[in-house]
């Protein structure tokens, strides 16, 4: 397994620049308006937008959205970390993480990777860091996701890091003009805990 880093921070420290997390071929970094060229080309195809929320329409669009983000983290409600490979510094997808109260006790968190990366490890290893960051950095203690039911790559995906289905929101995501039902998903940090103990056996 890989080993994962970050550089150093404290609880709120990333409110004022994101770490940098590092894996063995991803590393997640802060998005830079330099990377709207490239999340419009790779997050705006069919096949990645169809089960997500509406991406910005133009590059213009992605710039204006990378400016919000550093807004959110700076009032300390939401983290958007670009997707890179080691050895090219293109962004080729995003992980979110929002609060979803005054604190983060609870959050929603959310991916969206360009479709020639599927399928290559970028997605688990950054599941990794990002679940990492969630739990050790902003001490969340319950993180949500919702999947729509048809989407059964995000669904595989989610069920692969250990979140647990807790049932179907109905007609709860609007895309095209038609609704479809969400499976909600959960993380809790005691059994992500867990499980990182038992994936780290005690050297004797």
């Known amino acids: 397994m890989a080993t994962l880093t970050s550089t150093a921070t404290s609880t709120t420290d990333w409110q004022h620049a994101l ?20 999340l419009h080309a790779l997050l705006t195809t069919e096949e990645v937008s169809r089960f997500i929320s509406p991406p910005p329409t133009t590059v213009e669009g992605f710039e204006r959205f990378i400016a919000w983000t550093h807004a959110q983290a700076a009032a300390g409600s939401y983290v958007c970390f670009a997707v890179t490979l080691a050895g090219r510094d293109t962004a080729v997808g995003i992980f ?20 020639a990366f599927w399928g290559t490890g970028a997605f688990a290893e950054g599941a990794a860091l990002t679940l990492r960051f969630a739990f050790d950095t902003l001490r969340v203690e319950r993180l949500e996701a919702r999947a729509s039911v048809h989407n059964g790559r995000g669904n595989g995906a989610l069920r692969k890091v250990g979140a647990v289905q807790e049932g179907v929101l109905r007609r709860s995501f609007l895309r095209h003009g038609e609704y479809h039902d969400q499976a909600l998903y959960s993380i809790l940090a005691a059994d992500w805990r867990a499980s990182q103990t038992l994936a780290s056996p005690t050297l004797h």
Do not use: N
């Not at 590092?22 to 490239?38: E, F, H, K, M, N």
């Open 19 to 38: 770490p940098v997390l590092q894996g063995g071929q991803v590393i997640l970094r802060q998005l830079r308006t330099s990377d709207a060229a490239s």
């Open 96 to 115: 979110q993480i929002r609060a979803l109260g005054p604190s983060f006790d609870t959050a929603e968190w959310g991916f969206a990777i360009g479709s």
